[in-house]
T-cell receptor, first 111, second 116 residues
């Protein structure tokens, strides 16, 4: 079945530094969604990418959808303590309104 | 507009006990979902409901049952709780986005369940 993998599983970042987390699907995706879960909280929708090669920005966050629509990345510049949390990517399953979530990248920020 | 609400927030059960987790949404969404999240893990779909009156199994349905009571409410029942069901349970609902017509999900605050 469809699998969505994220790397790295954990990311320790010094405050002010940049980092990138990656999402890879075993199948071509019609779209990819990113969610953020703060510690002790619930996942919150961040953004959706639909087109091949699409790039979207939200302040210091840059999201990219691969040309083959099988991978995506999230790049955060000048990391802040507010960026702490787990970032999940998710792709729709072949049938129905269901999503397959990746395992997430847990981001820890060192002040 | 409360979004997605879940009750209870916390629950401790003994092995073999039963309970029902409640979920309600006030956003007029058609689709609703139940996930479980184990420590350090991603989200695994237990059951989902594409619309009122329909339900379908997800990745990990064993040991659970669901009821889509009406458009607003979707409950999850554990008939005989087991320690392996210790987890955080999230309910979600979804709507079609303006871009491409794909659905994004809105999550409730979660129920933290411990089975002893």
């Amino acid at each position: 079945g469809q699998q969505v993998m994220q790397i790295p599983q954990y990311q320790h970042v010094q405050e002010g530094e940049d980092f990138t987390t990656y999402c890879n699907s075993s199948t071509t995706l019609s779209n990819i969604q990113w969610y953020k879960q703060r510690p002790g909280g619930h996942p919150v929708f961040l953004i959706q990418l639909v087109k091949s090669g699409e790039v979207k920005k939200q302040k210091r966050l840059t999201f990219q959808f691969g040309e083959a629509k099988k991978n995506s990345s999230l790049h955060i510049t000048a990391t802040q303590t507010t960026d702490v949390g787990t970032y999940f990517c998710a792709g729709p399953r072949a049938a129905g309104n269901k999503l397959t979530f990746g395992g997430g990248t847990r981001v820890l920020v060192k002040p | 507009n409360a979004g997605v609400t879940q009750t209870p927030k916390f629950q401790v059960l003994k092995t073999g006990q039963s309970m029902t987790l409640q979920c309600a949404q006030d956003m007029n969404h058609n689709s609703m979902y139940w996930y479980r999240q184990d420590p350090g893990m991603g989200l695994r779909l237990i059951y989902y409901s594409a619309s009122e009156g329909t339900t379908d199994k997800g990745e990990v349905p064993n040991g659970y049952n669901v009821s889509r009571l009406n458009k607003r409410e979707f409950s999850l029942r554990l008939e005989s709780a087991a320690p392996s069901q210790t987890s955080v349970y999230f309910c979600a609902s979804s709507r079609v986005t303006a871009t491409g017509g794909w659905e994004t999900q809105y999550f409730g605050p979660g129920t933290r369940l411990l089975v002893l």
